[in-house]
């Protein structure tokens, strides 16, 4: 299957910075690309849908202010997460649309460990 | 509304007995279903697909799931458990706009697979 990294696999910050999360399809180009929010323990909550040369649409509760996306590449997305708190803390996880066989499949990245302190 | 269950947040079983995590799916025309696996602190992989092709899908690893449309359900199975399948496991369903839904993934809370000496 298609291959998703991101970078970094975590990070540690102190609370008010900004930190940045890339994600990169390895071997294909992904006009679509998704960003997920997950809990411990629970499932992935979708954020945005990040859409290679336009803006991001977020989700409903989302502010896009504050998890600023930008999508500059057919390979490319990345989330900032802007004046960072604790509770925003959490397992972030990208994922990019291929279209195989006639259907659209999405992969997943590795996941960001974001601990803010 | 278009919804999808796991029926069972936790399975347990001993390594070389079958394996089956349950997933029923609201229904829709056209449904495209997936299942995921999820190691701790890792991203999802996919484990297979359904995409109104075979009725059995086979994956990766041994497992394989059968799409049901009389009872609504994708149910994934392995003959026989082996203490690396311990995970989360997520079904997930995706309505194709063309039935009213919104071509988003939609997530299962999700299985967790302990497997056990």
């Known amino acids: 299957g298609a291959v998703v990294s991101q970078h970094p696999s975590w990070v540690i910050c102190k609370s008010g910075t900004s930190v940045k999360i890339e994600c990169r399809s390895l071997d294909f180009q992904a006009t679509t690309m998704f960003w997920y929010r997950q809990f411990p323990k629970q499932s992935l909550m979708l954020m945005a849908t990040?859409?290679?040369?336009?803006?991001?649409?977020?989700e409903q509760g989302v502010e896009k202010d504050k998890f600023l996306i930008n999508h500059a590449s057919l390979t490319l997305s990345t989330l900032t997460v802007t004046s960072a708190h604790p509770e925003d803390s959490s397992f972030y996880i990208c994922?990019?649309?291929?279209?195989?066989?006639?259907?659209?499949?999405?992969?997943f990245g590795p996941g960001t460990r974001l601990t803010v302190l | 509304a278009q919804s999808v269950t796991q029926l069972d947040s936790h399975v347990s079983v001993s390594e070389g007995t079958p394996v089956l995590l349950r997933c029923n799916y609201s229904?829709?025309?056209?449904?495209?279903l997936f299942w995921y696996v999820q190691h701790p602190n890792k991203g999802l992989q996919l484990l297979l697909k359904?995409?109104?092709?075979?009725?059995l899908v086979k994956g990766i690893n041994g497992f394989e799931a059968e799409f049901k449309k009389s009872e609504t359900s994708f149910h994934l199975t392995k003959p026989s458990a082996h203490m690396s399948d311990a995970a989360e496991y997520f079904c997930v369903v995706r309505y194709s706009m063309f039935s009213g839904g919104y071509n988003k993934l939609i997530f299962g809370a999700g299985t967790r697979l302990a497997v056990h000496p």
């Open positions: 229904s829709s025309y056209s449904p495209s």
């Open positions: 994922s990019a649309r291929v279209r195989e066989s006639g259907t659209d499949t999405q992969y």
């Open positions: 359904y995409t109104s092709a075979a009725t």
């Open positions: 990040s859409n290679e040369g336009s803006k991001a649409t977020y």
